[in-house]
């Protein structure tokens, strides 16, 4: 028998920010209040809450209070599944809360990670946007017309403004971020994003602010101008392919060989199944209820993370109130993404905005 027999929680790791906020309210209480992993300065501003990271610790289970890495290290395809060779988990996912703009930022490929920064994975990525307020506002990709030639000016200027599509994000809308694209998130967001397990980012422009220790942050220009990718477009404002199931509905968001996102809202009791091949996670947003097997229950809320292993079987979500989650996996593009959408007879022009190959 596995040792992951069931769904287990994963615990929260809080990172405080100069650009986050003091009040994570819906989603998260403040960890100085819950006694999470993070700032316990009640001045200080989280922007971000990772859910999948190393040092995230499993709450339930015979791995409890074993940390991600430990886990992944250990048992690999028994808590990954077969599709994923390594012994790292494959993917890491983290809410993002903003009151002032992120620095102007881009990220390598795997390629390119790997022959400069010392092996690493580079970076993929997407977003999720949970909320934007009045001011919410995101840069995404070079206007067109610019070139290379105008990128260090504009970095050392402090005017990336002036050079990157500027848009105001819709709650649930999503964009897919490939390696090169320029990009910053502005004030006013609550972003959901998942990408390749790297936090590698080299930095562009950050606005001659200081860090958290007052000293201003480095800034990445030779490797990030080496890496940008000026005819890259932005990728958003997506087809949204949502559809009534018997619980509920079920949303297919976007698809890359690094990562899927599915949204789902449970007004019933509803019966999953774990994937065979692959671990799956759960980011509860709204609702609370409870998660059943055979061994029991266990009550989940919105912030809880839960990793659905490929041992775990049936479980049933039953709320106690509508329940709204996001799953992500690394996907088979074809049997996840591209089949089910045929089936629902959605056009291949549709399918194909949403699935980046």
């Given at each position: 028998m596995?040792?992951?027999?069931g769904?287990?929680q994963?615990?929260?790791i809080?990172?405080?920010?100069?650009?986050?906020?003091r009040?994570?309210?819906?989603l998260?209480?403040m960890?100085?209040?819950?006694?999470?992993?993070?700032?316990?300065?009640?001045?200080?501003r989280?922007g971000?809450?990772?859910v999948?990271?190393?040092?995230?610790?499993?709450?339930?289970g015979?791995t409890?209070g074993?940390?991600l890495?430990?886990?992944?290290?250990?048992?690999?395809?028994e808590?990954?599944?077969?599709?994923w060779?390594?012994?790292?988990?494959?993917?890491?996912?983290?809410?993002?809360?903003?009151?002032?703009w992120?620095?102007?930022?881009v990220h390598p490929?795997d390629?390119?990670?790997t022959?400069h920064?010392g092996?690493?994975?580079?970076?993929c990525e997407?977003w999720?946007?949970?909320?934007?307020?009045?001011?919410?506002?995101?840069?995404?990709?070079l206007?067109p017309?610019?070139?290379?030639e105008?990128?260090?000016p504009?970095?050392k200027?402090?005017?990336?403004?002036?050079?990157l599509?500027?848009?105001?994000?819709?709650?649930?809308e999503?964009?897919?971020?490939?390696?090169?694209?320029v990009?910053a998130l502005g004030p006013?967001?609550?972003?959901f994003e998942?990408?390749?397990?790297?936090?590698?980012?080299y930095?562009?422009?950050?606005?001659?602010?200081?860090?958290?220790?007052?000293?201003?942050?480095?800034l990445?220009?030779?490797?990030?101008l080496?890496?940008?990718?000026?005819?890259?477009?932005?990728?958003?404002?997506?087809?949204?392919?949502?559809?009534k199931e018997k619980?509920g509905?079920?949303?297919?968001?976007?698809?890359s060989r690094?990562?899927a996102?599915?949204?789902?809202s449970v007004?019933?009791?509803?019966?999953?199944?774990?994937?065979?091949?692959?671990v799956?996670?759960?980011?509860?947003?709204?609702?609370?209820g409870?998660?059943?097997n055979?061994?029991?229950?266990?009550?989940?809320?919105?912030?809880?993370t839960w990793?659905i292993p490929?041992?775990?079987?049936?479980?049933?979500m039953?709320?106690?109130?509508?329940t709204?989650?996001l799953?992500?996996y690394?996907p088979?593009?074809?049997?996840?993404?591209?089949?089910p959408?045929?089936q629902?007879?959605?056009?291949q022009?549709?399918i194909?905005?949403?699935?980046f190959e």
């Open positions: 596995s040792t992951f027999n769904p287990v994963l615990s929260n809080y990172k405080p920010k100069i650009w986050g906020r009040d994570l309210e819906p998260f209480e960890p100085d209040s819950q006694g999470g992993t993070g700032s316990t300065t009640p001045d200080e989280i971000e809450v990772w999948t990271d190393d040092t995230s610790r499993f709450l339930n015979p409890a074993m940390t890495a430990e886990a992944s290290e250990k048992y690999g395809p808590l990954h599944g077969t599709s060779p390594g012994r790292r988990f494959p993917l890491l996912a983290k809410y993002i809360f903003t009151s002032d992120l620095s102007v930022q490929d390629a390119y990670a022959m920064d092996g690493s994975l580079g970076k997407m999720y946007f949970v909320q934007s307020d009045p001011d919410g506002a995101i840069l995404l990709g206007k017309g610019v070139t290379k105008q990128l260090l504009a970095f200027g402090g005017n990336s403004r002036d050079i599509h500027a848009f105001r994000p819709e709650p649930e999503a964009a897919f971020l490939a390696p090169g694209i990009h006013g967001l609550v972003v998942v990408e390749e397990n790297s936090d590698i980012t930095r562009l422009d950050d606005f001659n602010r200081p860090g958290l220790d007052g000293k201003p942050r480095a990445h220009l030779e490797k990030g080496d890496v940008i990718r000026p005819e890259l477009p932005p990728q958003r404002n997506l087809p949204r392919l949502e559809f619980y509905t079920r949303r297919f968001v976007l698809a690094y990562f996102l599915e949204e789902l007004r019933h009791a509803a019966t999953f199944q774990s994937a065979p091949d692959r799956q996670v759960l980011s509860i947003l709204e609702g609370d409870r998660i059943e055979e061994a029991g229950w266990l009550g989940y809320r919105p912030g809880d990793l490929p041992a775990a079987g049936t479980y049933r039953v709320p106690g109130l509508d709204k989650f799953k992500f690394v088979d593009i074809e049997k996840d993404f591209t089949e959408l045929k629902r007879k959605v056009p022009e549709k194909r905005q949403i699935i």
